[in-house]
């Protein structure tokens, strides 16, 4: 009898111990995985086979129609885009962007915020059309793309200190200066999170292209996505090998918030063919924004960022219509 009871406490013991290692190694390897998410996604230095599997934005293969445009982008923009601008902030420290004087002297400023694994190069379709409208354009280096100087992407969390950068050293240098914001989805989320902010009245008006609503929220859907699995544990995983990296709280983006104490007139634009960032994200924006003067445009049939591209006439109408109230 003695034995017996003996017996079962050790196998109970046992157990116990059985189940805390497979509990711990279990939540390592989530943790892990996480770990490896997270350098896929936000390391901008890691094999690029790993990013453009995370984003459909500049895939041939995602925008047949639109493959002699794409290659014209860069192209305008080596033509026209001088040297790289450097500027320091305490927040932000050193960013780059390339600024492009209106033909004339203007007081109409843009500031274009480039998408997720892309770079300004990648603005030059908005640039072309702003330029000929006589704005001086500045086209910044978001956070770990093109000539920035860190290599973490934040999802526009921090490209957010970015714009505003951009936005003082444009008041300095014009204080007459009427400025727009105007960025294509992770840029689209900078411009947001910026109206969110006590923004100089120079700040005339924003347009967000394909913005998603919280960064929470985007990260779960691309991950039923691409793979069809909860959100739980993966993202909790990837959040905390975040925070831990000092990036950014995945939580804490969250544009939807700050378009809600927006005061900047905001316009909305998103594809209805878009699944990466889904097209519904855009009505839900709307409805929370806060400015007194807001507008929205759906693209039909357009994907992922491809909205100027599927239908540039009614894309700029809009746009151009829009603006044309504050300036």
Not at 104 to 129: F, I, M, Q
């Amino acid at each position: 009898m003695i034995r017996a009871v003996s017996q079962q406490g050790d196998d109970t013991v046992f157990s116990c111990k059985t189940f805390i290692k497979v509990g711990v190694g279990s939540a390592a390897a989530v943790l892990g995985a996480g770990a490896l998410v997270y350098e896929c996604a936000l390391n901008t230095k890691v094999n690029g086979f790993f990013i453009r599997r995370l984003d459909r934005i500049s895939s041939a293969e995602d925008a047949p129609d639109c493959e002699e445009d794409c290659q014209r982008d860069p192209a305008w923009m080596e033509k026209h885009k001088g040297e790289d601008q450097v500027i320091s902030t305490d927040v932000t420290g050193r960013v780059h962007a390339y600024i492009i004087p209106s033909e004339r002297p203007s007081h109409k400023w843009v500031v274009l915020c480039h998408g997720y694994n892309a770079s300004p190069e990648n603005t030059g379709v908005y640039a072309e059309h702003y330029h000929k409208r006589g704005f001086n354009c500045i086209c910044p280096s978001m956070r770990g793309w093109g000539n920035d100087e860190t290599i973490y992407c934040t999802m526009g969390y921090h490209d957010k200190d970015i714009c505003m950068a951009w936005i003082d050293y444009i008041v300095n240098r014009d204080p007459d200066a009427e400025i727009v914001l105007h960025g294509y989805s992770m840029g689209a989320v900078a411009v947001m999170l910026a109206t969110g902010e006590a923004l100089p009245p120079q700040v005339k008006a924003a347009v967000a292209d394909c913005g998603f609503t919280s960064c929470w929220e985007q990260y779960a859907n691309v991950i039923k996505y691409y793979t069809k699995l909860p959100p739980f544990p993966l993202l909790y995983a990837v959040n905390a090998a975040s925070i831990l990296r000092r990036n950014f709280n995945i939580r804490k983006n969250v544009p939807i918030d700050a378009v809600s104490r927006s005061v900047t007139p905001t316009l909305f634009l998103h594809g209805t063919a878009d699944e990466f960032v889904p097209f519904w994200m855009m009505d839900r924006l709307y409805d929370a924004c806060a400015a007194p003067k807001k507008a929205k445009q759906s693209i039909e049939g357009a994907d992922h960022a491809q909205a100027v591209y599927k239908d540039p006439r009614l894309y700029w109408k809009t746009v151009d219509g829009f603006l044309n109230d504050f300036q």
